[in-house]
């Protein structure tokens, strides 16, 4: 009897165990391709080269124009999200009613739910032909189109655990500032939002992790074109992007253009590691403070 | 008396800029079940869902992709849920507090956050390739299992947390050993709670499409799966190829197709509100 | 345990009294089998000599030194905080199960040290039976709900599982009240009937010793003059310690009180005795209400 107790346990222990490997194997294969590709590449020019032309004859290997496309969609995306999930955030916290919460969460949670290649085509055949009226020389793949739409799709993370944090700060603090003649909105401002601030910086450095590796909506609205610029209105290229790209074509295994990917994704890994554990550990902080 | 003015004022204008920014979303959610429904709805009939992919926008249909979904779904369910289950178990009921336990929380609050194409990129260097799985339906669930047990974990931890300690402690105090306490007991009195978890996990799955274009799910398959050593593509990925192509006719399509794979996860997602909702309900220790 | 499933009429005898409490303390209790019944019956069931408790570096119980005989009420009474539930938990080892948790000393049932490396805490947990503050039943059928001691002892046979489920709810008084709706889940009674189907699901696995944790401070006046009751009838059957905050109902219900505080076994005498004339001042003051 002792003997299948033990064997259980070891059995779910194993299942606790593949979380584990799953790290240790997305860092081994990153690592391992990554190894190979600068073999043949120098590191310095990975991190100067202002051209990434893997598929083209003329190679260049430059992550640059990538990282820029990345981060300029995730700029536009953040401009959205933050103040408007950080409204919905306050409002629900703080002005709605317990019945307005009910209907208005779910709602939320239906945006989350849409699969992202429909918040793609949703950018490439409503969003971008609708901004082309209002801007001027929009290209028919651009950053703000995918970013908007981006930004959108974050809304509800930003929003739920922002809220979570405002809502966590004790009643007696609203109180405080009521007494003191502050109207709701003082509070919310004054006094709310700083006592959640680091919530509300986990849930904006979530939303930004998120829109870095976000995928689907960019491959579709964004273009193909690898390009070091901040203009938002002309076609780029994000590293999830190119990745796609090269899956979707048939590239040799073991070819240097195969290794680009492994690079790319290890580039984004980083980034979205870095951030995560930043949240994690503010998360862990803030958790203490009202318990 | 002018500031309180000038207060109320300020909270008025607040207050209809958040409803404003919260009608954002949905107008924009309207917009889009709006524009699919215009596109695509007249395109749906009994031939689309039968039809093979063609190079013709007015003869191609879904049946290979809804087929393909259907697969991966119920395979990724095969590996995610004990996996998944059996690790929220261990973590909630057999780890002992201690450096190893708080790893493993990190580790997978970490692997909460990597990006799904990432997953994509493991698949192709694991399954793929080094176990020879070929760009199978086994590759792709297998990817997919990996990526969905984070939510399956965290939300089999939520669930048992809310079982009662006392409810522990009456089966300890009859003799129970440990696994029956946990398997008897606990597991009955959350079951409610993990369904939810894995129900969300799925619809998460079945929306996925990065990870499986990266282990090289095919765009064009002309043949319906017939195990799990088959290649294979799904709805989402259908409806990318589509998006992706000039022709009106093929927007249409997407649009078809987008309406099917959203009345899913639509599906899947109401049921797992409503037993979430049910499940509290029935809970009164 | 579900290595050892029996056929059900082996089960039978072997869940009777003296034959489970020869299998669980071998030989020492074929000793006083020898004796006549009265010395039989006068023979100390269950025993603590030098117990210290702690929980990490918090002393919770002090050398603390008891015997019981056989088919006795003993009540454990005490300020908040002063060791008797710990000590009440020490006999079916529930405090196993708190990280941090250490004891010294030697616990006795049946003459035999339940903290031996070859005790089984499952079978020790079998034949310790516990009814907790709250009432816990589980979130199943009134039936399965008795029937799951025996289930997972790896008991198989209907009938004698039936035959059980009866028996114990008859024992707890609940029979009557229960027998229409057997396969109602539980947490459809009231409180007090679902205190009574706690102490049957305890007694369905025939323990000979009964742990009742302030079995009837979650329950109204008339629950709780039902269990009192309850308590009497299983007297000569079970050997019961029962920890209560309610003096009365130690007075009415036990024939030997222990009183503690702050870890110290104060003092330990017949009820009447403790409540009528104690030897300490502190007992004095803590039965006529002065403290705690």
Redesign the interface.
């Known amino acids: 009897?002792n003997l299948?107790?033990r064997i259980?346990?070891g059995?779910?222990?194993?299942?606790?165990a593949?979380?584990?490997l799953?790290?240790v194997?997305?860092i081994a294969?990153?690592l391992?391709?990554t190894i190979e590709f600068f073999s043949e590449v120098p590191f310095s020019d990975f991190i100067t080269d202002t051209q990434w032309t893997p598929l083209f004859a003329d190679k260049h290997f430059g992550i640059l124009p990538l990282l820029t496309g990345t981060l300029l969609t995730t700029l536009v995306a953040l401009i959205i999200a933050i103040?408007?999930g950080l409204?919905?955030a306050?409002?629900l916290s703080e002005?709605a009613s317990k019945q307005l919460r009910g209907y208005?969460k779910?709602?939320?949670?239906?945006?989350a739910?849409?699969?992202?290649?429909?918040y793609?085509?949703?950018a490439?055949?409503?969003v971008t032909p609708l901004l082309q009226h209002i801007i001027p020389g929009l290209a028919g793949f651009n950053a703000i189109s995918p970013g908007i739409?981006m930004g959108?799709m974050i809304?509800?993370f930003v929003s739920s655990l922002s809220e979570d944090a405002m809502y966590a700060v004790p009643n007696s603090m609203r109180e405080a500032s009521f007494a003191l003649g502050a109207?709701?909105?003082?509070t919310?401002l004054k006094v709310i939002v700083p006592a959640a601030s680091s919530g509300i910086m986990v849930s904006v450095i979530?939303g930004f992790?998120r829109a870095?590796?976000?995928?689907?909506i960019v491959?579709?609205a964004a273009g193909q074109q690898p390009r070091l610029t901040l203009d938002p209105r002309v076609p780029i290229e994000t590293i999830?992007n190119y990745?796609?790209q090269v899956?979707?074509g048939d590239v040799p295994?073991a070819s240097l253009e195969y290794k680009t990917?492994?690079a790319a994704?290890l580039t984004?890994?980083v980034i979205?590691?870095v951030?995560?554990?930043i949240?994690?550990f503010i998360r862990k902080k803030y958790r203490a403070q009202y318990e | 008396m002018n500031n309180e003015r000038a207060k109320t004022l300020k909270d008025n204008i607040f207050k209809g800029w958040a409803i404003f920014a919260t009608s954002v979303g949905m107008i924009m959610l309207a917009v889009l079940l709006i524009k699919i429904g215009m596109d695509g709805l007249h395109r749906i009939s009994l031939d689309f869902f039968t039809a093979l992919p063609s190079r013709k926008f007015e003869k191609a249909g879904i049946l290979t992709a809804w087929a393909g979904t259907l697969w991966i779904m119920v395979t990724t369910a095969l590996f995610a849920i004990p996996i998944g289950v059996g690790a929220g178990l261990y973590l909630e009921e057999y780890a002992k507090k201690s450096r190893w336990s708080s790893m493993l929380e990190i580790n997978i609050s970490n692997l909460a956050g990597v990006p799904s194409i990432i997953y994509g990129l493991l698949g192709l260097e694991v399954f793929v390739r080094f176990l020879h799985l070929g760009e199978s339906i086994l590759s792709g669930s297998l990817t997919l299992a990996l990526l969905i047990m984070p939510i399956v974990i965290v939300s089999t931890r939520e669930a048992i947390k809310t079982v009662p300690n006392t409810l522990r402690e009456a089966s300890y105090a009859l003799g129970a050993s440990k696994w029956q306490t946990v398997w008897m007991q606990v597991l009955p009195a959350s079951a409610g709670g993990i369904m939810t978890g894995i129900i969300l996990a799925l619809s998460r799955a079945i929306g996925e499409t990065a990870p499986l274009i990266v282990v090289g799910a095919l765009t064009y398959v002309p043949f319906v799966p017939k195990s799990v050593f088959s290649s294979f593509t799904v709805l989402p990925i259908q409806i990318y190829n589509w998006a992706s192509r000039p022709e009106a006719g093929f927007a249409v399509n997407a649009a078809a197709a987008i309406i099917v794979l959203m009345s899913i996860t639509f599906l899947m997602n109401g049921s797992a509100v409503y037993l979430r909702n049910r499940w509290q309900k029935n809970v009164r220790w | 345990m579900i290595a050892e499933m029996k056929k059900p009429e082996e089960q039978e005898v072997s869940l009777g009294k003296k034959e489970g409490e020869e299998k669980f303390s071998e030989i020492s209790s074929e000793m006083p089998k020898l004796l006549n019944h009265k010395e039989e019956k006068s023979m100390n069931k269950v025993q603590a000599k030098n117990v210290h408790c702690w929980y990490g570096d918090f002393h919770v119980l002090r050398d603390i030194n008891m015997e019981i005989k056989q088919n006795t009420v003993t009540a454990l009474i005490g300020p908040s905080g002063c060791g008797k539930s710990t000590f009440l938990r020490t006999f079916n080892r529930m405090n196993d199960l708190i990280e941090g948790f250490k004891l010294e000393g030697e616990v006795l049932i049946d003459n035999k040290d339940i903290f031996a490396k070859d005790v089984r805490v499952n079978e020790l947990r079998k034949k310790v039976g516990m009814v907790f503050q709250k009432p816990n039943p589980f979130p199943k059928t009134i039936f399965e709900n008795v029937a799951y001691g025996l289930r997972v002892n790896g008991v198989t046979h209907k009938k004698f599982i039936e035959e059980t489920v009866e028996r114990s709810l008859r024992q707890a008084a609940l029979w009557d009240e229960v027998k229409d709706k057997l396969n109602k889940n539980a947490l459809s009674l009231s409180g007090g009937q679902q205190q009574r189907l706690c102490i049957a699901r305890a007694i369905a696995v025939e323990p000979s010793v009964v742990l009742m944790d302030e079995p009837a401070s979650a329950l109204d006046p008339i629950s709780s003059a039902k269990i009192e009751d309850l308590i009497w009838e299983l007297k000569p059957k079970y050997t019961i310690l029962i920890v209560t905050h309610n003096m009365q109902q130690a007075a009415r219900v036990s024939d030997k009180t222990a009183f503690f505080y702050l870890g110290d076994l104060v003092e330990y005498d017949d009820t009447k005795t403790i409540f009528t004339n104690p030897k300490k001042e502190q007992t004095q003051n803590y039965i006529t209400g002065r403290f705690g």
């Open positions: 009897m299948k107790e259980i346990e059995l779910l222990f194993l299942c606790a593949v979380c584990v799953t790290t194997g997305i294969v990153l391992f391709q103040p408007l409204s919905i306050i409002y002005y208005i779910p709602m939320l949670e239906i945006l739910s849409v699969p992202t290649v429909v793609g085509f949703f490439l055949t409503v739409v959108i809304v509800p109207s709701k909105f003082q919310a979530l992790s870095v590796g976000e995928t689907m491959a579709l999830t990745i796609v899956s979707m295994r990917i492994f994704g984004l890994f979205t590691f951030l995560n554990n949240s994690y």
